[in-house]
T-cell receptor, first 112, second 113 residues
Framework: DADVTQTPRNRITKTGKRIMLECSQT?????MYWYRQDPGLGLRLIYY???????NKGEISDGYSVSRQAQAKFSLSLESAIPNQTALYFC???????????FGDGTRLSIL | SQKIEQNSEALNIQEGKTATLTCNYT??????LQWYRQDPGRGPVFLLL???NEKEKRKERLKVTFDTTLKQSLFHITASQPADSATYLC????????????WGAGTKLIIKP
């Protein structure tokens, strides 16, 4: 089984809908991250969490929200999806900030 | 703000040769720099981390160098194989982003048999 699991793997939805992407991990890491990846651009950080009580905005948090339900679970929500949020979304975990990050296989989100 | 530059053009290398990928950054020197591999439809996978006080790091056929004077890291794959074909990403820490990683767009490496 994968250490970092993202669901769903693919999602097509319409403008204005609320979307939730889920991430769970079995690595026992405290730190969890949400990124988006667009063609020709590097991964951009949306939100990150150091533990269940510590949530921080990343570079591009506008239009997104997150919830850290437990050490192992970190979900990303788009309250009212818009087409320019169409992208590949990745969840990652790490033991400490300066340690390697471990990624899920992503959610491909298309907003029509 | 810090910018990371990786060659956006695909790098084509003959099997058995050494592939060298470049990661340049524009401003301050990071405390550490990481290299990842990404296959189509998959998440990035960590390969190597090199810290500012290290010149070189090796792991099997992989070698990373870090030159803070040139503001550059080089990633080498020796005796390259078609299975090494993937996109390679570099990432470094950023004080301007609360020491979270910022990422290059990656270089696609194609190893031809």
């Amino acid at each position: 089984d994968a250490d970092v699991t993202q669901t769903p793997r693919n999602r097509i939805t319409k403008t204005g809908k609320r979307i939730m992407l889920e991430c769970s991990q079995t690595k026992g890491h405290d730190r969890m991250y949400w990124y988006r990846q667009d063609p020709g651009l590097g991964l951009r950080l949306i939100y990150y969490s150091f533990d269940v009580k510590d949530i921080n905005k990343g570079e591009i948090s506008d239009g997104y929200s997150v919830s850290r339900q437990a050490q192992a679970k970190f979900s990303l929500s788009l309250e009212s999806a818009i087409p320019n949020q169409t992208a590949l979304y990745f969840c990652a975990t790490s033991d400490l900030t300066d340690q390697p990050q471990h990624f899920g296989d992503g959610t491909r989100l298309s907003i029509l | 703000s810090q910018k990371i530059e990786q060659n956006s053009e695909a790098l084509n290398i003959q099997e058995g040769k050494t592939a060298t990928l470049t990661c340049n950054y524009t401003n301050y020197s990071p405390a550490y720099l990481q290299w990842y591999r990404q296959d189509p439809g998959r998440g990035p996978v960590f390969l190597l981390l090199i810290r500012e006080n290290e010149k070189e790091k090796r792991k099997e056929r992989l070698k990373v160098t870090f030159d803070t004077t040139l503001k550059q890291s080089l990633f080498h794959i020796t005796a390259s194989q078609p299975a090494d074909s993937a996109t390679y990403l570099c990432a470094l820490d950023s004080p301007g982003s609360n020491y979270q990683l910022i990422w290059g767009a990656g270089t696609k490496l194609i190893i031809k048999p």
